[in-house]
């Protein structure tokens, strides 16, 4: 069974900091690229950051570059969003991602990121 499992998300005030995990079974992580997207209420689901899988090539939105730093770690099956100096607008739900091309795609349940001001 497929499954990508978030955590680390919560209530945090301004300016602070949460890490994000994701962990993978149940699929070939190694191969896949790995994204953070997140849903804000009312909102499309937009693209924070993702990973590739080999190469460790990396992209951010804009409105995260500085603050969120992705990584993975192939040999837990798990991707991390290190975020910082958080802002009330990256209030959403976290999800996470599992791509590859010519093969079907996979997504989390969600993680809750809350920032007051």
């Known amino acids: 069974e497929v499954q990508l499992v978030e955590s680390g998300g919560g209530l945090v005030q301004a300016g602070g900091s949460l890490r994000l995990s994701c962990a993978a079974s149940?699929?070939?992580?190694?191969?896949?690229?790995i994204g953070w997207f997140r849903q804000a209420p009312g909102k499309d689901r937009k693209r924070v950051s993702c990973?590739?899988?080999?190469?460790?090539?990396?992209a951010y939105a804009e409105s995260v570059k500085g603050r969120f730093i992705i990584s993975r770690d192939n040999a837990k099956n798990t991707v991390y969003l290190q975020m910082k100096s958080l802002k009330p607008e990256d209030t959403a739900v976290y999800y996470c991602?599992?791509?590859?091309?010519?093969?079907?795609?996979?997504w989390g349940q969600g993680t809750q990121v809350t920032v007051s001001s």
């Open positions: 149940g699929f070939t992580f190694d191969d896949y690229a």
């Open positions: 991602n599992a791509e590859r091309v010519g093969f079907r795609g996979y």
């Open positions: 990973i590739s899988p080999r190469d460790g090539s990396i």
